[in-house]
């Protein structure tokens, strides 16, 4: 193999890498244990749920969908297909603050009584305004079925479940003025609009400009060596 070739082909390894690990290191998200303790019609009631938040790029922000790995709750009496609709608030921390709503369809089948009542997915949109880093943590569940309201409030103060950086449009940071915005509702400050995706390519070819910088200057200094011995 030439040693053009083998030039070439280890820029785009280093390129790929660095725009590999910078994708890696800008989301982070984890499975967390929430201990939500809930109001309902009928006295106090509470149960563990693993919740996983994660995020994907849409138009000029984010969405977001929250999944519950086990049920909280219970109904006394059956809920028929329909009767339960579900919706919870995200809290926003680190450069941004408030809360986002995200929601979800009904029961899509009846759910027997005094069981736990299996929540479906649950989304909504974030749009980031501002550049920096910002945690989404489980916050309150309210459940609405039959003219009722269960609210479902998490006691072991649970640690986020996702970490984003995000990159806003005008370059301003957590200091700037701003008010958040989501689906449904919100409140606080309003956060960044660019995603990872976009930093980590900005990034990737930002290095390998300078590695193709550097390697023109070899290639120079190899010929211009080859051509003086002649």
Same mark, same amino acid.
């Given at each position: 193999? #030439?040693? @053009?070739?083998? +030039?070439?082909?280890?820029?785009?390894?280093?390129? %790929?890498?660095?725009?590999?690990?910078?994708?890696?290191?800008?989301?982070?998200?984890? /499975?967390?244990?929430?201990?939500?303790?809930?109001? $309902?019609?009928?006295?106090?009631?509470?149960?563990?749920?693993?919740?996983?938040?994660? %995020?994907?790029?849409?138009?000029?922000?984010? @969405?977001?969908?929250?999944?519950?790995?086990?049920?909280?709750?219970?109904?006394? *009496?059956?809920?028929?297909?329909?009767?339960? !609709?579900?919706?919870?608030?995200?809290?926003?921390?680190? %450069?941004?603050?408030?809360?986002?709503? /995200?929601?979800?369809?009904?029961? #899509?089948?009846?759910?027997?009584?005094?069981?736990?009542?299996?929540? !479906?997915?649950?989304?909504?949109?974030? +749009?980031?305004?501002?550049?920096?880093? *910002?945690?989404? +943590?489980?916050? /309150?569940?309210?459940?609405?079925?039959?003219?009722?309201?269960?609210?479902?409030?998490?006691?072991?103060?649970?640690?986020?479940?996702?970490?984003?950086?995000?990159?806003?449009?005008?370059?301003?940071?957590?200091?700037?003025?701003? +008010?958040?915005?989501?689906?449904?509702?919100?409140?606080?400050?309003?956060?960044?609009?660019?995603?990872?995706?976009?930093?980590?390519?900005?990034?990737?070819?930002?290095?390998? $400009? /300078?590695?193709?910088?550097?390697?023109?200057?070899?290639?120079?200094?190899? @010929?211009?060596? $080859? @051509?003086?011995?002649?």
């Amino acid at each position: 193999m #030439s040693y @053009r070739k083998r +030039t070439a082909l280890m820029l785009a390894a280093a390129l %790929a890498g660095s725009v590999v690990l910078t994708a890696a290191s800008a989301a982070h998200a984890d /499975v967390v244990d929430v201990n939500y303790q809930c109001q $309902t019609p009928i006295g106090p009631k509470g149960a563990v749920s693993p919740i996983d938040i994660k %995020a994907v790029e849409k138009g000029s922000g984010y @969405r977001l969908t929250m999944s519950f790995e086990k049920g909280v709750s219970s109904s006394p *009496v059956e809920l028929g297909k329909g009767a339960m !609709n579900p919706s919870a608030q995200i809290r926003l921390g680190g %450069a941004d603050s408030g809360t986002l709503t /995200v929601s979800g369809p009904a029961n #899509s089948a009846a759910i027997p009584a005094n069981t736990p009542i299996k929540i !479906n997915d649950l989304s909504g949109t974030y +749009t980031p305004k501002k550049t920096g880093q *910002v945690t989404f +943590t489980a916050g /309150v569940l309210t459940i609405k079925a039959l003219g009722t309201t269960t609210t479902c409030t998490p006691q072991n103060s649970p640690k986020p479940s996702l970490t984003l950086d995000v990159q806003g449009a005008s370059g301003g940071t957590d200091s700037d003025s701003g +008010t958040s915005s989501a689906s449904g509702t919100a409140s606080g400050d309003e956060l960044p609009r660019t995603g990872p995706i976009d930093s980590a390519l900005a990034l990737g070819t930002l290095g390998g $400009t /300078v590695l193709l910088a550097g390697a023109a200057g070899v290639l120079w200094l190899t @010929r211009r060596g $080859t @051509r003086s011995t002649n």
